[in-house]
């Protein structure tokens, strides 16, 4: 039951992530950005992590790709549909692609600490208090610096988009 | 149960399909999806991890990244709108302004 599902969320996400990376068109690519997000949600459900789940779609989706469809309505898009890929010698690119997941995949499945089927301990972790303890007892520090990050990212496009004073 | 090399495997494969956006698209806006794409395959891994080993830092380290990213994408997107006030381009291989 459960590896059905997982398998129809991965193909989902797989086949519109490869839309992504192929589609002619910026708006479609940001709009299969967005099919991609939603089963990789459903499957953080799968793994017990619903608040992780409505995060990801309210920060992806709602508010990530708000942004890019803005900037792709902002400018002009048209002149950057003609060529998809960069002109040239893409070999180096797409050996290092290879490789690096040939590498990853035979390291995974050669590995047998992969391997495991059920949680190793009791089952706590799918309690939203417990993370909310941990996050604000444990990792206030980091918590902070995230959001003087977030001030720091909002001043900076702010400055970065303005017209020119003058 | 589903085993967690499956969730492994699906982190890989995003993975790359994302590094071959950010190393083969010529759209600056399809690398900047792209770069999502790369973050995200990251945070199934956490999670995964997290779940299977029974640690909720996996979910933790999750959020940060998503924070991170939301940062990033602001940054990134008002770089791009000045740079097609000032230039007027969208492709990768016509901004090489810094090469000397």
Not at chain 1, 152 to 166: D, F, H, Q
Not at chain 2, 85 to 93: A, Y
Request: hydrophobic letters at 65%; proline letters at 3%.
């Amino acid at each position: 039951m459960n590896q059905g599902f997982f398998l129809l969320f991965a193909a989902a996400s797989v086949i519109t992530a490869l839309t992504v990376v192929l589609a002619r068109n910026p708006v479609h690519s940001a709009l299969a950005l967005m099919a991609c997000f939603l089963p990789i949600s459903a499957i953080f459900v799968l793994l017990e992590a619903p608040f992780l789940a409505v995060i990801q779609i309210f920060v992806y989706v709602g508010a990530i790709m708000v942004l890019f469809l803005f900037v792709i309505m902002m400018i002009d898009v048209r002149e950057a549909v003609l060529q998809r890929f960069l002109p040239g010698g893409n070999l180096p690119a797409l050996a290092l692609l290879v490789l690096l997941g040939g590498e990853m995949l035979v390291l995974v499945l050669w590995s047998d600490r992969f391997s495991v089927t059920e949680p190793v301990a009791t089952r706590t972790a799918g309690d939203i208090r417990q993370l909310s303890t941990t996050l604000f007892a444990d990792y206030l520090l980091p918590f902070e610096v995230a959001s003087v990050i977030l001030l720091a990212a909002l001043v900076g496009a702010i400055v970065l988009a303005r017209k020119e004073p003058g | 149960m589903v085993p967690l090399w499956w969730h492994i495997v699906l982190g890989a494969v995003l993975f790359v399909i994302g590094a071959a956006g950010v190393l083969l698209r010529r759209n600056i806006l399809v690398v900047l999806m792209s770069l999502e794409l790369l973050l995200n395959s990251v945070n199934i891994n956490f999670i995964a991890f997290g779940h299977y080993y029974d640690d909720f830092r996996g979910q933790i380290f999750a959020i940060f990244v998503i924070a991170i990213t939301a940062a990033e994408v602001a940054v990134a997107l008002g770089i791009l709108v000045a740079l097609v006030r000032n230039k007027s381009t969208l492709r990768v291989d016509d901004v090489t302004m810094m090469k000397g």
